[in-house]
């Protein structure tokens, strides 16, 4: 039997001078990196070598051996079953890591023995199923991400593909076969890598014998360690991550309902926690860190300001890192203008607010209507972890559909009917209620976000794809007016960002007045809150006397939106009723 191996953090090698940088060699990168044995920050290490003959690599694992040795890590060697079997021989090293062109792993069993660990590398579900099936020790799965470190990466599959791959293998009863994935791993995405790549079936909707949930062990780097200027530093910060990663998820998600007690039909978010997070947000004035495009820019800051949230309409993303840090700020990225440029900003942004641990709301404005747009949102998509996607029909089925293979596409276009070609930022009409439902809900559940589908009747559906409100307040006048619904995004940052301030460091809810039980200040709540205050204030200013088109609306909307958040903050809730 192959030892137990610690997999949070895996070290795989790489000597080609530009990862490694200049005067050092991979023995003293792997032996900083493991300068902490007793911490034992790395589990395991892989020796990568692409271009080396067998008997520097003999040697190089001898020197590698009497490092990771005893710090309890086994030493893997890369492809080579022939040079695992010298180095094994010797007493150098534990076992292989195979990919799909390699020597089979039958015939690497028999080569190595029962004791040698054997990995595997794969990128499908038929790989993965397979390599189990063969007796692989453990697989690693990815590519996640693009990296310049893999220029020959042939399948990217993001955090849904990993998701995919692990439900495949839990299928298949190789649920208790570890699993690392990667590609692209770095201390910043690592922590939310881990959280959105688990696959954890809604109970509720499966009926009887409740399937397993899997989550990844851990990830495997190259860059992140073999680059970093203190390896030791960077294999420290990368476990922090991933023990994150595995117990709490981004430090904004939050839900303390535990799947059993969630109800499978409609959740509204009661008018006691409505008036918490409301109040929370005029005594904390979070800043709401616009990223959107040019038509909305003085509507959207004076819709903010209108539920006492600080505005800041910055497009640069090299600002985003120094306002992520301030208290209580949240990020919008709408791409109604998107631009090549306007993308790498908002993917500069979205990390330096994962890795603040603060909100991020997408709005994918017009996402279907053209090929930029379609790319934008799988950039955007893959750049991070978004709290919020908010958007019309068309917008959220593009979303959906660009995180799908081709194959589960095929299977969705027969089932929910072939998706439209998305005319301007219009919203569609394809779905009836059941499909808009399940839409929300299966997005939700694969990006382990809350998704927003607005309409004459919006659907929300909460982070496991669970609880899926309905919401059909509002007016239509919001429709004649440019920019409502882009303003909707900036009142979720702002009361998702107020709910972050109701929360303690565990997530636990700080006790409030009247609001005892801790699932109420979730961010699915926060984000019911808002429709509520922002859809309540334009139906109540839509009949007023003054109003006579949407030209007179709009200062009616922003005086109401003002008014119903002054009143909740001093405990009056009656617009809301
Ligand atoms: N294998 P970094 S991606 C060695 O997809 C390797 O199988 C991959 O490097 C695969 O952590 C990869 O620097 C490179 O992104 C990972
Ligand atoms: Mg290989």
Redesign the pocket.
Known sequence: MPPTVDYSVYL?T?STPA?LGPGRTVVDVVGAALAEPEKRHIGIVQL?EKNSDARTMLETLAALHAITSPAGAPLLV?DRVDVAVAAMAQGHCEGVHL?QDDIDVPTARKMLGADAIIGV?A?TLDEAVTACRDGADYL?L????A????TN?K?LVGTPGIQRMLQALVEAGFGHIPTVC?????TSNARRVLFQSGYRPVAASTGNTAPRAKELDGV?????I??AADPGKAAAALAEQVRLGKTKGPTDFYCALPPSQVKSSSAQASPAAVQRILQALHETTPLSHNMTNLVVQNIAANVALAVGASPIMANSGNEAADLARLPGSALVVNMGSATPKGIANYTQAIAAYNSAGRPVIFDPVGAGATATRRAAVRDIMSAGYLDVIKGNEGEIQTVYLSGLSEDDRALEAAEAGPHQQQRGVDGGNALDAAARRRLVSRLAAREKCVVVLTGAIDYVSDSRGVRVAEVADGHPILGEVTGTGCCLGTVLSATVAAAATLRKGDGTSKTGDGVEAVEEIDTFTAVLAGMALYERAAARAAVLPSVAGPGSFVPAFLDELSRCRRAAAANDMSWLA
């Open positions: 795989v790489d990862i990568r890369n990919g590398t990128s690693g990815g590519t996640v991400f990296t310049s470190t893999k990466a399948h990667i590609g692209g791993i770095q495997a780097v190259v860059s992140a073999m680059s």
